[in-house]
């Protein structure tokens, strides 16, 4: 484009050049041919030619005309070519040079070049009156001076031309750029290639294609569409509600709307139709529409999208089916997943020994076998004729329902008023469900690892279809995904028997007979899975009390075996007296201990110390005598204490690691509780739930803690904290222990110093008797004063000062011997030559029960004997 613009500026600018030469030729000739005639027809200029000296006249005139017109000469001469005036006065009388006869008729013109350039001459004859010649008029002008006019405009004219040029550029490149931007870039050869893929995808694709404008005319319809829609041969440019179409389809073609998968007809053809709007791809607005034959596929679109409403149920089923391990709830929602998108009603009935976890029996549900159970009804309505929940169902072998339980396959009864082993069952049953529009049935057996758990029936009533054979495969397929999910279930109600078994087994069936404490407890196990909480209460020697809570993570069988291993741990370190930090950090060591066994048994060698149990302990000794009370804990929430003016307390008890993790002591903290001091001790379920943190439920516990009135039972605390903590569905086990203090009156309390002196334990012995006398116990003086003789004995021998003795009297009576020194005395059997040994075998064969605790100055040695003694217990001791 640019190599022609340019073409056409230099033949225009040759053009002009050749143009402007031959006008400046024309011109010259003009200036010339008019300056020579006129100058010719001047009077004067004949007549000086007729006088004596015509150079004196004519030579001044022809310089004023050839300077005035710019001429090159003024040349006038007479008829025999003697040259009057010249611009050269030396030329003058000179013969002119040059052909002048055809002048003599008249002007004539000539040209003729000199170095200076070509000379344009002009000649015209000066004719007297009579029209004689009276002489000649030549004048000449070189035409370069004609072309400097041009040669001054010439800068112009090229400037134009390039200006001409440049815009024709610009107007070359935007072109260019508008095209490319239409074409998107494209060149010629990609325009033609594509125009070329474009036609023949438009005739060749098997789907219709119309482009129709804003004014709803056709401007554009592939073959497919011609054929689709039956359309003339010139339909571009008709308006669609011309050619004859569906109305619906008219609409949506006028309209411009867009559409998808719009279904119309078109004479005998289903037409799958889409629109969408050109804008902003068209160059104006409009619509594309393409059309798709769905004849052939609507028979299959149905079945298509029956088989994907399967699909989806199989895959809600997945989700829905199982939520929980209850073994019922998991029947109902087999139950309702499949009502109404399969069935209008389903039930589900298992056999007894699923429903308690295990195993069924052979041939349940059969006639020969025991009856199965229904679990579950669902339904589109709640007035159904069908067995209730609970009913005991026995089918026989004729039954659509037996033959699925005797084969293990589902069964189909298409039209149950056509079955009379069904009908035959039960006459009344079935006439009633046959009235009510039931009419169809699948019975598939609900199995897993080859076991028939029970069986599930689906029912279809009213208008529906009955169920088909394509059906039956869907039903066991739905059912079979459904009894992995059931079974899981049974085993995990086994597992969760067994475990609450176990749990059960290893918690206090009751609380121990004693009278520092009133004390009342609640347990609740977790809905979910029985986990590792106890509680237990202890006698002590001398009347004091243990009370004890602990939890273990996790649930399960591994978590209440744990609890067991603790609470048999913390009620044999209780019978070592210990104090509550030693006993806790005992306990710690055995769990650390089991950690390590635990590892070593699954191999893993290379971190033993990583196995962490995750249990927490609190242990507290209450002593009715002095209403001091010790306690320490092992990463487990603080006790709460009521006092007797009903403020409450949290414990500033130091937490100490749970129990496993080692590296820290555990402390102690010691109390002094006023009589009515109610003690309350709880595991972090009581406190801590999904939707609630420690801190709220800390503050909870003090709420609840509260008493409106004075002097609330520890029963009636348990009740009110269970009423106000504890959810409806708790997710861990909460176990809740509450005890008031009382204490010893003085007269249930007598101590005695003994001095360093043997002679005093006759003294000592006399006073302890006239004690059980003012007590009334007068039938335990011999025994007592008896094993008080041998362990003040044994103290003053053995011991250290100082040497005190106490009785006490309660449910039982205690006598305890205390000295400072730290070693005790060991049970053993004496041969019958030695002389001593037997006082501890006396002291073991009178009391109920004896031992040592160690104190902080040293030992205690005990006995305890009943209130009423024995009355052969001395002589069966002879014998």
Not at 288 to 310: M, P, W, Y
């Amino acid at each position: 484009m640019l190599i022609v613009v340019v073409l056409l500026i230099g033949a225009a600018l040759t053009a002009l050049i050749l143009q402007a030469h031959n006008n400046s030729t024309s011109a010259a000739a003009q200036r010339t041919r008019a300056a020579a005639v006129t100058l010719a027809q001047v009077p004067m200029v004949v007549t000086a030619l007729d006088s004596a000296d015509p150079s004196a006249t004519l030579q001044p005139l022809a310089e004023d005309v050839r300077k005035i017109g710019g001429f090159d000469y003024v040349v006038i001469f007479s008829p025999e070519g003697i040259a009057y005036t010249a611009p050269d006065p030396e030329e003058i009388g000179t013969h002119v040079v040059g052909a002048y006869g055809a002048a003599f008729h008249g002007p004539f013109t000539s040209s003729f070049a000199t170095p200076v350039g070509r000379v344009v001459d002009t000649t015209a004859p000066a004719t007297r009156p009579d029209g004689s010649v009276a002489g000649l008029v030549s004048v000449g002008y070189t035409v370069a001076h004609t072309s400097g006019a041009v040669s001054r405009q010439l800068p112009v004219l090229l400037g134009g031309a390039a200006a001409a040029l440049a815009a024709g550029t610009a107007g070359a490149v935007l072109a260019r750029r508008r095209l490319r931007r239409q074409t998107h870039g494209l060149g010629p050869s990609e325009m033609t290639r594509m125009y070329e893929h474009h036609d023949a995808v438009l005739h060749a694709v098997r789907e219709g294609v119309l482009i129709v404008d804003a004014d709803a005319r056709v401007l554009l319809a592939n073959d497919e569409a011609r054929r689709l829609l039956e359309l003339p041969p010139e339909v571009e440019g008709r308006p669609v509600t011309e050619l004859g179409l569906d109305p619906g389809l008219t609409e949506l073609l006028a309209s411009g709307r867009a559409a998808t998968d719009e279904v119309h007809q078109a004479k005998d053809r289903l037409l799958a139709v889409n629109s969408r709007p050109t804008a902003p791809f068209g160059a104006g607005p409009g619509s594309v529409v393409t059309i798709r034959d769905t004849t052939e596929l609507q028979a299959l679109a149905g079945q298509a999208e029956a088989d994907r409403t399967r699909l989806q149920l199989l895959y809600d089923a997945g989700l829905w089916v199982g939520t929980t391990l209850d073994i019922v709830r998991t029947a109902q929602e087999l139950a309702d997943v499949a009502v109404p998108r399969f069935a209008d009603f389903a039930t589900v009935e298992l056999a007894d020994p699923v429903l308690l976890g295990d195993e069924p029996l052979p041939g349940a549900g059969t006639a020969s076998g025991p009856p199965i159970r229904r679990t579950a009804v669902s339904g589109i309505r709640d007035d159904q004729p069908l067995y209730p929940v609970g009913a005991q169902i026995s089918l026989p072998p004729g039954t659509p329902e037996g033959a699925a339980l005797e084969s293990g396959r589902a069964t189909l009864a298409a039209d149950l008023s056509r079955e009379p082993d069904w009908r035959a069952r039960d006459p009344e049953s079935a006439d009633r469900m046959l009235a009510y529009g039931i009419h169809s049935l699948i019975s598939a057996p609900l199995q897993a690892r080859g076991l028939i758990l029970g069986m599930v029936n689906f029912w279809r009533a009213g208008e529906s279809e009955p169920f088909g054979p394509e059906d039956v495969s869907f039903a066991e397929e739905l059912v079979a995904r459904a009894a992995v999910t059931v079974d899981n279930a049974r085993r995990y109600t086994r597992e969760h028997r067994m475990a609450e078994t176990l749990q059960r087994s290893l918690l206090p069936r009751g609380l121990p007979q004693q009278g520092a404490l009133d004390v009342a407890y609640r347990y609740l196990p977790a809905q979910q899975g029985v986990g590792g909480d106890w509680f237990d209460v202890i006698p002590l020697a001398g009347f004091r009390v243990a009370l004890v809570v602990g939890d273990v993570v996790g649930h399960g069988l591994h978590a209440a075996a744990t609890m067991g291993r603790l609470r048999t741990a913390v009620l044999n370190f209780s019978a070592l007296d210990l104090p509550p930090d030693e006993l806790i950090a005992r306990l710690d060591d055995l769990v650390a201990r089991l950690d390590q066994g635990e590892a070593a048994v699954e191999g893993d060698t290379e971190d033993e110390g990583a196995a962490v149990t995750g249990a927490t302990c609190l242990y507290a000794i209450y002593d009715p005598v002095s209403g001091h009370c010790t306690m320490a804990r092992a990463g487990h929430p603080p006790p709460a204490l009521v006092h007797t003016d009903g403020t409450v307390e949290l414990v500033d008890l130091p937490a100490g690691p749970p129990l496993g993790v080692g590296g820290l002591p555990f402390e102690t903290t010691e109390l002094q509780l006023a009589p009515g001091t109610t003690l309350v001790l709880y595991t972090d379920g009581l406190v801590e739930t999904r939707d609630r943190d420690l801190d709220h439920g800390l503050a909870a516990l003090r709420a609840a803690l509260t008493a409106p009135r004075a002097g609330r039972s520890p029963e009636e605390t348990c009740g009110a904290v269970f009423d106000a903590l504890v959810p409806p569905r708790p997710g861990d086990d909460i176990a809740l222990l509450v005890a008031r203090t009382h204490l010893f009156e003085p007269d249930q309390v007598a101590t005695w110093d003994v001095p360093d002196d043997f002679a005093a334990v006759s003294r000592t012995r006399a006073e302890c008797a006239d004690q059980l006398t003012a007590w009334g116990l007068e039938d335990l003086t011999f025994t007592t004063e008896l094993i008080l003789s041998e362990l003040i004995t044994n103290a003053i021998r053995y011991g250290t000062q100082p040497v005190r003795v106490r009785m006490l009297r309660d449910t039982s009576l205690v006598c305890e011997v205390s000295d400072g020194s730290s070693t005790a005395p060991h049970l053993r059997y004496a041969a019958t030559t030695d002389e001593g040994g037997r006082g501890l075998f006396l002291v073991a064969q009178m009391a109920e029960r004896w031992g040592t605790r160690y104190t902080a100055r040293g030992k205690v040695i005990w006995s305890e004997q009943a209130l009423i003694a024995p009355a052969v217990q001395f002589e069966a001791m002879l014998l």
